[in-house]
């Protein structure tokens, strides 16, 4: 491609693209049509032109998390799935509370990284979107910190009542909850920025 057959705008539109940020995006719901993977969809969606939002569909499909298993015997799911996290430069996290904890398969998950550094201050949203979700919220800003992801209350967000905030199409019909996807989306970028500007600063020395 010429580039001075574009158009500046069209430019400065592919440079975007091609920068995009790397989001592996997780939902602790396993069911179709669950609203903590529209919403994941939706912040995708709005989001297509600054963030490559990849919706992780394989949390079903981990195994149960045993220690006995050697890193030169993981799973190839298993394999991948820290991989994922590793190259991706923030991840989303949203899940409904299940009998108020996390979802077993999302805990599952977050457990096969525990004897690795993938989530060691890697930039992370947090979402619960549930009927109440209060246990889980503290839950996982617990587990996350526990792990030593980057959390923050600007990229942190309970949403209450979730199924009647959501169409039929998993679209956010609720204007509050449009703007505070969006800013939880933009304070998630915000502390990707801020990690790159650190790393750039240590090796700098
Ligand atoms: C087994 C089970 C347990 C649940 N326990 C809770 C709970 O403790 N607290 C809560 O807020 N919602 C609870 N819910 C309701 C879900 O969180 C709610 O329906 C949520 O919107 C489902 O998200 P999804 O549409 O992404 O699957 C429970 C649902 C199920 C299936």
């Not at 979700?133 to 839950?139: C, D, L, V």
């Not at 933009?186 to 500007?197: E, S």
Request: hydrophobic fraction near 40%; glycine fraction near 4%; include cysteine.
């Amino acid at each position: 491609m010429d580039l001075a057959d574009l158009s500046f705008d069209k430019y400065v539109y592919l440079s975007m693209k091609k920068n995009r940020k790397k989001i592996l995006a997780i939902s602790g719901s396993t069911r179709s049509k669950s609203t903590n993977e529209s919403v994941l969809q939706v912040i995708a969606a709005w989001y297509a032109d600054v963030l490559d939002v990849r919706v992780y569909q394989g949390i079903a499909n981990l195994p149960h998390f045993n220690p006995d298993i050697a890193d030169d015997a993981l799973p190839a799911a298993v394999k991948e799935f820290r991989t994922l996290v590793d190259q991706a430069d923030g991840v989303i996290i949203c899940t409904p509370e299940y009998v108020f904890s996390l979802p077993g398969s999302l805990k599952n998950a977050i457990e096969w990284t525990v004897s690795t550094t993938v989530f060691s201050h890697k930039p992370v949203a947090l979402i619960v979107a549930s009927a109440s979700g209060e246990k889980a919220f503290e839950a996982l800003k617990l587990i996350m910190s526990t792990i030593e992801a980057k959390i923050s209350d600007d990229a942190s967000l309970l949403i209450q009542g979730a199924k009647g905030k959501f169409d039929k199409d998993g679209k956010a019909i609720d204007e509050q909850v449009q703007e505070s996807l969006k800013k939880v989306t933009d304070g998630l970028i915000a502390m990707i920025k801020q990690t790159r500007k650190e790393m750039l600063e240590s090796y700098n020395g």
